[in-house]
């Protein structure tokens, strides 16, 4: 089983819509969980990052996270065509000497007008 | 506010050549990390900085080593290339414990 998964997509919305990313994760005492966002060519940028569970919004972001499922998602509401890019999840496992980030293979979101 | 910067932002090398590729952090922090990011996959973890000193380490060969230095800008350096040493390489800076990382532009690097 992979550390973290993401379905690679290509997951296609229409201009307008929420477009939901999901990310599952195996290490149950993973404790901080982030998603980049990566356009074609470029180097990944923060979006958001959550420590809890339930939901945290930022603007047209929000993200999910179920630590007993094991899951974490992004939600983007009002989908602009500027939003398509790969979406990448990762996860710290944190500790004592956790330091990296554990990525998955990404999800790449086309939004059409 | 400075972000991470890196250079070269592209090379070219033959096998078994050497390749050293640097990085600044982002302005007030401390913490260095590289990553490996070939094409289609998501970024691979291969090694962290911490006061000049290598803190964690990835699945990665000794042929890739580091140093940072007491300004906290850093080397990557991969001897005797291979073909699948061809990737983006990332440098992600963060402050000490901190565990948001934010990532610098890259360096692309072609092995022929």
């Not at chain 1, 990313?21 to 149950?28: A, K, P, V």
């Not at chain 1, 930022?58 to 993200?63: E, N, S, Y």
């Not at chain 2, 962290?48 to 080397?75: A, L, V």
């Amino acid at each position: 089983q992979k550390e973290v998964e993401q379905n690679s997509g290509p997951l296609s919305v229409p201009e307008g819509a929420i477009a939901s990313l999901n990310c599952t994760y195996s290490d149950r005492g993973s404790q901080s969980f982030f998603w980049y966002r990566q356009y074609s060519g470029k180097s990944p940028e923060l979006i958001m990052f959550i420590y809890s569970n339930g939901d945290k919004e930022d603007g047209r972001f929000t993200a999910q996270l179920n630590k007993a499922s094991q899951y974490v998602s992004l939600l983007i509401r009002d989908s602009q065509p500027s939003d398509s890019a790969t979406y990448l999840c990762a996860v710290n496992k944190g500790g004592g000497s956790n330091y990296k980030l554990t990525f998955g293979k990404g999800t790449l979101l086309t939004v059409n007008p | 506010d400075a972000g991470v910067t890196q250079s070269p932002t592209h090379l070219i090398k033959t096998r078994g050549q050497q390749v050293t590729l640097r990085c600044s952090p982002k302005s007030g922090h401390d913490t260095v990390s590289w990553y490996q990011q070939a094409l289609g996959q998501g970024p691979q973890f291969i090694f962290q900085y911490y006061e000049e000193e290598e803190r964690q380490r990835g699945n990665f060969p000794d042929r890739f080593s580091g140093h940072q230095f007491p300004n906290y800008s850093s080397e990557l350096n991969v001897n005797a290339l291979l073909l699948g040493d061809s990737a983006l390489y990332l440098c992600a800076s963060s402050l000490v414990d901190a565990e948001t990382q934010y990532f610098g532009p890259g360096t692309r690097l072609l092995v022929l």
